[in-house]
């Protein structure tokens, strides 16, 4: 194999190693300053967009042990990698192709899970990570609170009771 092909092998490979998901789109119809938009909007989350030959990049995958559906590994195809938060990359790719209408989702993975266009679409759609441990908190807090406003209620009757009989005691008396 020719150094240039493994240069470029080994650069796909560190990028699906190093990240948790791999997201393809198509790129067809982008000019360099579509390039440079899409990588300025992923650098702001912590990813990086790599535009690669599908047939080193299903080499690669293989090697990894990672799937992506059969039908993405066809046409001009950019990978997109890295960042911490999957949904916020995600985001990233949704509101460049709205504003853009130039990149077609095709899918991906993450970690070994086959991703669809509709599930990266779907995880565009979440809250943030924040909100979404919000959520859990609340829900997980929600049953706590409720135990707490029972138990001050019954409390409470009992202390409601106790004053009424200690009034009727004193009226007696």
Known sequence: MRPEKEAIL?????AVAGSAHVLLADYSGMKVKH????????????AKALVVKNSLLGVVLQDVG????????????????????VTAVAKSLK?????HKLLVLKGGSLNTQLLSEQDVDAM??????????????????????QLVGVMHAKVSSLLYVLTAIEAKKKEAA
């Open 10 to 14: 080994k650069e796909i490979h560190d």
């Open 35 to 46: 390039f440079a938009a899409l990588r300025s909007s992923l650098h702001a989350v912590g």
């Open 66 to 85: 990672r799937n992506v559906p059969e039908t993405a590994l066809s046409g001009k195809t950019v990978m997109v990698t890295g960042g911490d938060d």
């Open 95 to 99: 509101a460049f192709i709205k504003e």
């Open 124 to 145: 565009a759609d979440l809250p943030a990570r924040e909100v979404l441990l919000g959520q859990l908190v609340g829900t997980v807090q929600a049953p706590m609170t």
